[in-house]
């Protein structure tokens, strides 16, 4: 199939090639768009033969629930049995953002969508393209990232022609994803809230509204309990292997530790011929035998967007193995962490 390409910016919209995004998804469509969080994948959620080309565009697993987005936070009220006060509260205070609530899910969601589950996960992004096109639907539009399963999330629209071309109708470039890491996601269907994926909306930003958030700091994937079978695969993963250096003792003995431990990790791996990458946050390692260095930002907001790029970008560069320092240890860390985690298949060295 031939993928159509169309540019769309944020800041001043074409609404008729919008309205077109929107025809194709509402025709049951495979449209890949920009939101803030990283590139979705598109389809309509109430069509499950839409939605299976989804899943067959990406190779994702059947028992992958995807995530439901909305335009509006009142179109969520078909889609659900009910909405408890805390996800009213979560939607009012965090709607459009990069938070998505999991809710006991209505007869109208196909059982495709949940992945047999009877519960439905729902986000409205605040992304001015991704809204624009939602609407112009007129349909919820079910759409989990728009890379081959197991890749890194796509961060711009080069990383998506990557995986994706010839494999859907549409792709819609809107530029760069400005927060780079997948949404919170935020189970709210049994007594308590409880984070099953770390994000941007961290759970210190959910006490004072909800009240006790049960999360881990996702530091692995049985930290957060598996609550639906997509949960347990491995994700995010560039071709080479990673292993995230990381170190909680205040963040200048950090550095030096860090940079310590990689410069001895990539001597180890130069020995055994491999092509060493590093992922730096402020420099660590600068001075360690790497083939490749590239630095995501000295910030975890910086290091958040920039950081699947980066893993792509080690791929073009055929590394073998990815050290990666990760330098902070704060509650938005975790999703950082989270990520990196998963990518590196839980190899990880603490200094
Ligand atoms: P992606 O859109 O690729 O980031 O994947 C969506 C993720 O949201 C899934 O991998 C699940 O972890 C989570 N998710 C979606 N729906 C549900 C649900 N009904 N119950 C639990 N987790 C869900
Ligand atoms: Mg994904």
Not at 132 to 146: C, K, L, N, Q, T
Not at 153 to 164: E, G, I, K
Not at 301 to 325: S, V
Request: proline share 8%; glycine share 10%; aromatic share 4%.
């Amino acid at each position: 199939m031939d993928t159509e390409y169309i540019r769309l910016d944020g800041r001043n919209i074409d609404i008729t090639l919008a309205h077109k995004a929107g025809a194709t998804l509402r025709n049951g469509g495979t449209v890949a768009f920009p939101t803030e969080t990283v590139y979705g994948l598109g389809a309509n959620a109430l069509d499950p033969d839409a939605v299976k080309k989804i899943f067959a565009a990406k190779g994702r697993p059947a028992d992958n629930p995807l995530i439901v987005h909305v335009a509006d936070a009142s179109d969520v009220v078909p889609l659900v049995k009910e909405i408890p006060e805390p996800a009213r509260l979560v939607m009012a205070n965090f709607w459009p953002g990069p938070i998505s609530i999991i809710l006991q899910k209505s007869g109208l969601i196909p059982d495709i969508v949940s992945a047999g589950l009877p519960t439905v996960a729902l986000r409205q992004p605040s992304h001015p393209v991704a809204a624009a096109i939602i609407r112009a639907s007129g349909v919820p539009v079910a759409a989990p990232s728009a890379n081959l399963s197991a890749r890194p999330s796509p961060t711009c629209a080069q990383h998506v022609r990557q995986d994706l071309d010839g494999k859907i109708d549409m792709m819609v470039d809107g530029g760069i994803c400005s927060v780079g890491l997948e949404s919170t996601v935020l189970d709210l269907s049994g007594d308590v809230p409880a984070i099953l994926r770390p994000g941007g909306v961290t759970p210190q930003m959910l006490r004072p509204l909800i009240g006790e958030v049960a999360h881990s700091l996702g530091k692995t994937d049985t930290d957060c309990a598996p609550k639906c079978p997509g949960m347990k695969y491995r994700h995010y993963s560039p071709k080479a292997q990673v292993c995230l250096v990381e170190c909680g003792s205040g963040r200048a003995a950090c550095v030096e530790n860090i940079s310590k431990e990689i410069a001895r990790l990539c001597a180890e791996s130069k020995r055994e011929g491999k092509r060493v990458g590093v992922l730096t946050c402020a420099g660590e390692g600068s001075g360690a035998p790497a083939d490749i260095f590239i630095a995501c930002g000295e910030t975890p907001g910086e290091y958040a967007a920039n950081m699947f790029a980066a893993l792509r970008q080690f791929d073009e560069q055929q590394a073998d193995i990815i050290y990666a320092a990760l330098p902070f240890d704060d509650e938005f860390s975790a999703a950082i962490r989270n990520r990196l985690y998963k990518a590196a298949g839980g190899r990880v060295v603490k200094v």
